[in-house]
């Protein structure tokens, strides 16, 4: 029996009619006649030297050799298009598929998007607001913008500025709670979003590194980070402020940090791509374009002072 791989269209035949159970769907799909697709696959079954389909009265079903060929022609296929789909990125210099976080995208990208486009009018950006685990050949993404303290191997991988957490706050709520010790009667905010942290950075933890015995544990809770923070910005109460997504509100004094010391998080947000890929135009620019950003807002870190999360 040869080894030799048979002619990819009676592969792709097969695979097509392996798929629907029936040569007539698979015959549509592929825009050829019935009458085609059944030569191609008996060509592949003639290659073989065994029936790949038992054919019944009004449809199809698949042999032992057909069952065992067909998860890999459909994963092989699978893995040829996601190659294409790769190949054709780099040929484009015009579109960037970004995906980060919804917090992310509304409270660091959203609100600068302007000037990006102002500075790169040949560029034309995509969003994906997602915390899911991505595959950049599969959802044909060419920048994910993720955060924690992970690794990720094979990708290309630029850590952003340091994360803080503070309490931020309107400047009416401000003026009422002026000392930390002042903050156990304020209304509290709980985002959830990083309770995932070891070792945890929460109210308890920043209390803790001001000197203050208290961890409050009562007020409204929020799983994603930006509806914590619009809460803040309502007036709603005091929440701990993330830096990469409370900057420009303090920047802008639309919120306030009437403490300057900062509990650092020991997470950051990285700027991944695959590998190799870091040099194409769009995705280059698109780099330098934040880490530009991040430099306006610097001096709020600077005037903090930082202190690394407790460890146990």
């Known amino acids: 029996m040869s080894n030799r791989l048979p002619p990819l269209t009676a592969l ?48 199809v079903e698949l042999t032992e050799a057909g069952s065992a060929l067909a998860q890999g022609a459909a994963e092989g296929f699978q893995t040829l298009a996601t190659a294409w789909r790769a190949a054709q990125r780099t040929q484009d210099t015009q579109t960037l598929t970004v995906t980060a976080g919804p917090a992310f995208t509304a409270k660091w990208l959203a609100p600068r998007l302007f000037e990006f486009a102002q500075a790169h009018p040949e560029i034309e950006l995509r969003f994906a607001a997602s915390l899911h685990r991505m595959d950049f050949g599969r959802d044909n993404v060419d920048v994910a913008i993720r955060f924690g303290r992970g690794s990720d191997p094979g990708l290309y991988v630029m850590p952003l500025a340091e994360e803080w957490i503070m309490p931020v706050m309107t400047p009416e709520l401000a003026a009422r709670y002026p000392t930390p010790e002042a903050l156990r009667d304020a209304p509290i905010i709980f985002d959830d979003s990083i309770s995932f942290l070891d070792p945890p950075v929460d109210w308890g933890a920043w209390f803790a590194a001001m000197g203050v015995d208290f961890a409050p544990v009562t007020g409204p809770r929020f799983s994603q980070a930006d509806h914590a923070i619009d809460a803040a910005l309502a007036g709603v109460g005091v929440v701990l402020g993330r830096r990469a997504l409370v900057v420009k509100d303090l920047d802008d004094g639309r919120l306030v940090a009437p403490f300057p010391t900062a509990l650092l998080t020991g997470a950051r947000f990285r700027y991944l791509c695959p590998e190799g890929q870091e040099t194409r135009p769009q995705i280059a620019a698109f780099r330098d374009w934040i880490l530009r950003e991040i430099d306006k807002t610097a001096h709020i870190t600077d005037a903090l002072t930082l202190i690394p999360a407790a460890t146990e």
Do not use: C, W, Y
């Open 12 to 59: 792709r035949a097969f695979d097509a009619a392996a798929r629907h159970m029936s040569f007539a769907k698979a015959a549509a799909e592929l825009n050829v006649t019935p009458a085609a697709l059944s030569f191609q696959i008996k060509s592949l079954e003639e290659h073989l030297g065994a029936p790949l389909f038992r054919r019944l009265n009004r449809a």
